[in-house]
């Protein structure tokens, strides 16, 4: 089981990045698909929610109007369009995996600064 997370780096305040997830060796279709984020010193946090069949989405309450989740089973990935960034939205993301079991990724560092 692998969950791969790429398109993180640095941004400024105000603009756009857009995080990819690529799951293997998993059913993918059958998992409903999150995004977490954890800042240096903080808890993790739940970002994004988004359901097995991308039907129903639901959002943090500080990234919403701003972020969006959303997949493609054919592809196997999640992804997360993140707009209008903040230097608070600096952090680790973390996608997220659950049904009966539940996998993690490693993470992508993403840094807003100007």
């Known amino acids: 089981v692998q969950l791969v997370e790429s398109g993180g780096g640095l941004v400024q305040p105000g603009g756009s990045l857009r995080l990819s997830c690529e799951a293997s060796g998993f059913t993918f279709s059958d998992y409903v698909m999150r995004w977490y984020r954890q800042a240096p010193g903080k808890a993790r946090e739940l970002v994004a929610t988004i359901t097995s069949d991308g039907g129903i989405t639901n959002y943090a309450d500080f990234v919403k109007g701003r972020f969006t989740i959303s997949r493609d089973n054919a592809k196997n990935t999640v992804y997360l369009q993140m707009s209008s960034v903040k230097p608070e939205d600096t952090a680790v993301y973390y996608c997220?995996?659950?049904?009966?079991?539940?996998?993690w990724g490693q993470g992508t560092q993403v840094t807003v600064s100007s």
């Open positions: 997220n995996a659950i049904r009966l079991a539940t996998y």
